[in-house]
């Protein structure tokens, strides 16, 4: 069933995202990426966009607001743990392992690939 | 301004009637497109997930473990030169899920390397990705600062 | 000393420089689209074994000015000046050219409207006296525009239905005072003209008032009308851009019917998804110096009346929240 949700949350929120794209032309898709990564982050502020994760799983966790609020869940959880120091070493607890993950795979096929247009 | 009348007479209705010619995008057809295709990333993620979270201790080590492979695989398909035909299909659908991200640090970094490896490929990586990251951080810590202030205000 | 000026804008020749050799060469997208067969050349690599597209453009830009000086039988010496604009920074694509070419060089930069700025820049100098023949070129490329003006070639970008597809290719002319060509009789410099569109990616809406002034200008000062062209021949407004062209025009009373033809809406067919069509310093040069050349010369069009459209933003200009300027400039080209 976590499937299904996955498919049907994950699916939403993009379908979300491309509606308000078609609505506000001027938005570029930096624009709307940033918009729903601060939601993802402000949203978790009480842990509310983990449990969407919890019912949709991965259908809740890729999409960026996902990012946003694991930035969120790691200041949190760090600052339970080390107190206001978390605030900033929580930030990249989280996600710190998928940026080096881009940097590297990125640096790598910038290295063997080219553009292909 | 210093343009005459005629022009701006002209200018005022012009505005009106490019907006009305405007081609109008197919609505449903483009949210449903960006609906299966960021759908079926979300899908696939999911097997990704559960595999992690079988093998890992804690759900926080499955979740970034989850992001970075599904991160990998966006770097990939920039590389094979698919995820922007997917980006083409999918709008939204393509840019959302994390792997939208990665295409975006992927792509910047394959195609400014051809700038220098210094200031080209790493200088311009973060181009479209930096804002995100920005943002999100930014967001994070002013969401955690608040949250922990309404905390322990309500004791 | 104005003998030459009909009207406010226009500079009618009175001995009409013509065109003595030009020469196409195109991307393989091109070569595929409905007017490939009038290309002279099809580069089948559109970035011709290089690595950087920067360096492919200038190539499409140098090859094509040397064949349009085979093709006029004329060597680099017998040039007086090298004529050249590009859509890149610094129009590098012509300077670096011009390197090699070796010939006195006049940059311009007129965006997609560069071939008839240089078409009629070289048309004054040869018909004032001050040159004998002047080489013409410009060039375009989907990377080089598409990573200067807009995103990294890979990025997952959903193109809107107004976007223009930059053609890739190099086109060249030479102009001259005496030989076998197609004359070129008036030249129209058109003024800059902002309407105020903002999207950047509708740029046909932004070159649109322009092209309008400049073909009322020309009309107005060498008192004709569409009746006395056989083809009026825009360029690169696409479909939406060319739309609105005809809308204006004809509140301001004339009817262009069968006799517009767009650049831009006819370098690609609808299957090879070009958005609204196709846009690029080469994509009206391209047109007009093989597409129009070619019928002309088999005479089914006598009289051309071409205007090239131009969109002045650059990406900076864009982010800051200004508006697209747009230029035309145009030029009668006759046969006889």
């Not at chain 3, 226009?10 to 595929?32: D, N, W, Y």
């Not at chain 3, 349009?68 to 017998?78: F, P, Q, T």
């Not at chain 3, 930069?109 to 001050?130: E, I, K, N, P, Y």
Request: glycine share 12%; net charge neutral.
């Amino acid at each position: 069933m976590i499937y299904f949700w996955a498919f049907v949350v994950g699916g939403l929120i993009c379908a979300l995202m491309e509606y308000i794209s078609l609505k506000f032309q001027q938005l570029t898709p930096g624009h709307l990426l940033v918009g729903l990564t601060v939601t993802g982050a402000i949203v978790n502020g009480f842990g509310l966009y983990d449990r969407l994760v919890e019912f949709a799983g991965a259908g809740a966790l890729l999409p960026v607001s996902g990012f946003g609020a694991a930035i969120t869940r790691g200041v949190m959880e760090e600052m339970r743990r080390l107190g206001w120091e978390g605030l900033l070493t929580g930030t990249l607890e989280l996600v710190g392992l998928g940026i080096a993950a881009g940097v590297l795979f990125s640096t790598v096929a910038a290295l063997v690939s080219a553009p292909r247009g | 301004m210093d343009r005459d009348q005629t022009a701006i007479e002209g200018a005022k209705d012009y505005a009106r009637l490019v907006a009305q010619w405007a081609p109008k995008p197919n609505v449903p057809l483009l949210i449903s497109r960006a609906f299966l295709v960021g759908g079926s990333i979300c899908f696939a993620g999911q097997f990704v997930f559960d595999y992690f979270r079988q093998r890992q201790p804690t759900e926080v080590e499955a979740i970034a473990l989850t992001l970075a492979t599904m991160i990998s695989a966006g770097v990939l398909l920039t590389a094979l030169g698919v995820y922007d035909h997917l980006g083409e299909l999918g709008g939204m659908g393509a840019a959302v899920p994390i792997t939208g991200f990665a295409n975006s640090m992927a792509a910047a970094a394959i195609d400014f390397r051809r700038e220098g490896m210094v200031l080209g490929m790493a200088a311009k990586m973060f181009v479209i990705a930096g804002p995100v990251i920005v943002y999100g951080i930014v967001a994070g810590i002013l969401t955690g600062l608040v949250a922990t202030l309404l905390r322990l205000a309500a004791g | 000393m104005t003998a030459k000026r009909v009207g406010q804008f226009t500079v009618q020749f009175s001995q009409p420089p013509r065109i003595v050799g030009a020469f196409t060469l195109m991307g393989p997208r091109e070569g595929q689209g409905p007017l490939g067969k009038y290309f002279d050349a099809i580069v089948d690599d559109y970035m011709w074994g290089e690595y950087q597209p920067e360096k492919a453009e200038r190539k499409f830009l140098e090859h094509a000015a040397r064949r349009a000086l085979e093709r006029a039988g004329v060597s680099e010496n017998d040039v007086d000046y090298f004529i050249a604009g590009d859509l890149m920074n610094q129009i590098v694509s012509s300077t670096f050219s011009a390197r090699s070419l070796g010939i006195p060089h006049i940059g311009v930069f007129a965006a997609c409207a560069t071939s008839t700025l240089g078409l009629s820049l070289a048309a004054m100098l040869v018909d004032g006296g001050f040159a004998r023949r002047v080489l013409v070129a410009t060039a375009s490329h989907y990377q080089t525009a598409e990573r200067q003006y807009r995103y990294p070639i890979e990025l997952n970008i959903q193109r809107k239905p107004t976007n223009q597809w930059t053609a890739t290719g190099g086109a060249a002319a030479v102009v001259a005072a005496e030989g076998e060509g197609p004359r070129i009789s008036h030249v129209t410099v058109g003024r800059v003209m902002d309407w105020g569109v903002k999207d950047a990616n509708h740029m046909g809406a932004a070159m649109a008032p322009a092209a309008m002034d400049t073909l009322l200008r020309h009309f107005q000062d060498t008192n004709t009308t569409p009746a006395d062209f056989d083809l009026i021949l825009t360029g690169d407004l696409a479909q939406h851009g060319s739309k609105l062209f005809r809308e204006l025009v004809k509140r301001e009373g004339h009817t262009l019917g069968g006799k517009h033809m767009d650049a831009g809406a006819s370098l690609y067919s609808p299957e090879q998804q070009p958005g609204a069509g196709a846009s690029g310093a080469v994509c009206s040069a391209s047109v007009l110096l093989a597409y129009v050349l070619k019928e002309m010369a088999k005479g089914r069009y006598r009289r051309v009346l071409a205007l090239a459209t131009g969109c002045l933003h650059n990406a900076l200009t864009t982010q800051q929240g200004d508006s697209c300027p747009g230029v035309c400039h145009a030029l009668v080209l006759e046969n006889g």
